[in-house]
């Protein structure tokens, strides 16, 4: 599109509720959020394994008018190997400035004080296709994987399990530092919760749970 064409089409653009929920769950996972003009406008970066190519599929139907290319496969050189990943970005808007500036600080990712208020079953579960795992096909258990996140952050996520959810998590410490492990006791809680909104080639991380 030439610029002018794009800059009255980004006019028209608005998030839908469901978007924001899914753009929350991306940015407590793995997604990125990256400025090119100090902070005006910020683009939402998403990539994954091509293994995932269902769900970044998925994400980008979800989002597919906010971006103008569809996803692509890259190489990617990491620790001597090489690996394919799949990705697309968003248009850079002002409507993502918001939550840039809700999870970043001096650039690092955060988890916003209100994120309670803003945890929903989709944001949830776009969270769980982003970081989580199974801790054992001997346990119920599930595990979130917020290593990139403060214990202080983490701790406030486990809190808002809690209250929202009425889901039982506690920190469990790792050398890289701390993942979310959600009790056995939670775990059935947490599975009828996100499982509506879980992509098919995801659904082996609830495995085991009713």
């Known amino acids: ?24 769950g991306k940015l407590l996972g ?16 998403i ?11 998925w994400l980008y139907s979800e989002l597919k008018e906010w971006v103008l290319t569809a996803p692509q496969v890259k190489w990617q050189k990491v620790n001597g190997k090489m690996h394919q990943k799949y990705w697309f970005n968003t248009l850079s808007h002002g409507s993502f400035r918001f939550y840039a500036q809700q999870f970043y600080q001096n650039k690092k990712k955060i988890v916003p ?3 309670q ?9 776009v969270w769980f296709m982003d970081d989580g795992s199974i801790k054992s096909k001997f346990h119920k258990a599930r595990i979130i994987n917020t290593q990139g996140f403060s214990k202080r952050d983490i701790e406030r996520l486990i809190g808002a399990l809690k209250n929202k959810f009425d889901i039982q998590s506690q920190l469990r410490k790792q050398k890289e530092g701390y993942q979310i492990m959600i009790l056995a006791e939670s775990a059935n809680r947490f599975a009828k919760i996100v499982k509506p909104f879980i992509c098919l080639s995801m659904s082996y991380k609830l495995k085991g749970l009713d």
């Open 113 to 115: 004080k209100l994120i």
């Open 47 to 57: 990539e994954h394994s091509i293994i995932q190519k269902e769900y970044v599929d």
């Open 30 to 45: 793995d997604g990125h959020m990256e400025t090119q003009n100090n902070g005006k406008t910020y683009r939402l970066k």
């Open 117 to 125: 208020r803003w945890l929903t079953p989709l944001t949830l579960s």
């Open 1 to 24: 599109m030439r610029s002018n064409i794009i800059e009255d089409y980004k006019d028209r653009l608005k998030l839908t509720k469901r978007q924001k929920e899914i753009i929350i």
